[in-house]
């Protein structure tokens, strides 16, 4: 039973990145997945969920409008769309999954992945 996150990298400010998060041995159905970040000296930031079974979606007020967060049932996998990235968008990024929550991600997830690398150069 695992998180798999994929997809960080080193992009410019305005650019792009898509990251991805496959959960295996597990079905993330009545899950909800969150996405959570932390950045270098800081404490670990909740950023957007989604309800697995009906789509409903969260976003920070800090990601609204440049992140959309999706998910694709027969893959068992969520993703984070980053659009107009920033500078303060540089941190890890973590998925993680939690059975039978609401939409929000001030909760301590259960199950987490192992966080891949995002870093926005000015």
């Known amino acids: 039973v695992q998180l798999v996150e994929s997809g960080g990298g080193l992009v410019q400010a305005g650019g792009s990145l898509r990251l991805s998060c496959t959960a295996s041995g597990f079905s993330l159905d009545d899950f909800t997945l969150g996405w959570f970040r932390q950045a270098p000296g800081k404490g670990r930031e909740g950023v957007s969920c989604i309800s697995y079974n009906d789509g409903g979606t969260f976003y920070v007020d800090s990601v609204k409008g440049r992140f959309t967060i999706s998910s694709d049932n027969a893959k068992n996998t969520v993703y984070l769309q980053m659009d107009s990235l920033k500078p303060e968008d540089t941190a890890v990024y973590y998925c993680?999954?939690?059975?039978?929550?609401?939409?929000?991600?001030?909760?301590?997830?259960?199950?987490w992945g192992q966080g891949t690398q995002v870093t926005v150069s000015s």
């Open positions: 993680a999954a939690q059975y039978g929550l609401g939409l929000t991600v001030e909760y301590d997830y259960d199950l």
